[in-house]
């Protein structure tokens, strides 16, 4: 999948490096010489809807970053938090990721546009929850 999605946004092969997650049966996933933002956004929807590959109800994706002015934040006082991304529980369009700010708020951002929205229901999955 992390292949396909390289060729897909014509990304070096050595974009992205893996390894072994503290939990048994995860993987981390780190992008030694970054990537652009959106691009982080897209590769977090991505791997949950793989476009080429089934996509496994086992399978659970969560991102984090540092957020920096790369991103298109809606305010700057951002800059320097940590933050999750993740894909919104029962979500059905596959167009958006919502971003929860660590001490901030959430934020949906949909592909249309990717502008940062202040949403009121952070829609974590179930599995995020007990995190």
Known sequence: MLADFAAS????????????GAVDRTKVLTFPRDIPPEVFLFLVNYLTYPFKHEPRDSLAV??????????ALPDPSLVGKQA????????????????DVVGDAVYAVPFTNLRWQRV?????PPWLREM
């Not at 999750?84 to 971003?99: G, I, K, L, N, S």
């Open 9 to 20: 946004y014509e990304l070096p092969k050595s974009y992205v490096e893996t390894g072994p």
């Open 120 to 124: 009121e229901l952070p829609r974590r």
């Open 62 to 71: 969560v991102g984090t970053a540092t957020l920096t002015s790369a991103f």
């Open 84 to 99: 999750f991304v993740y894909v919104p529980d029962a979500d059905q369009e596959h167009d958006v990721v919502y971003v």
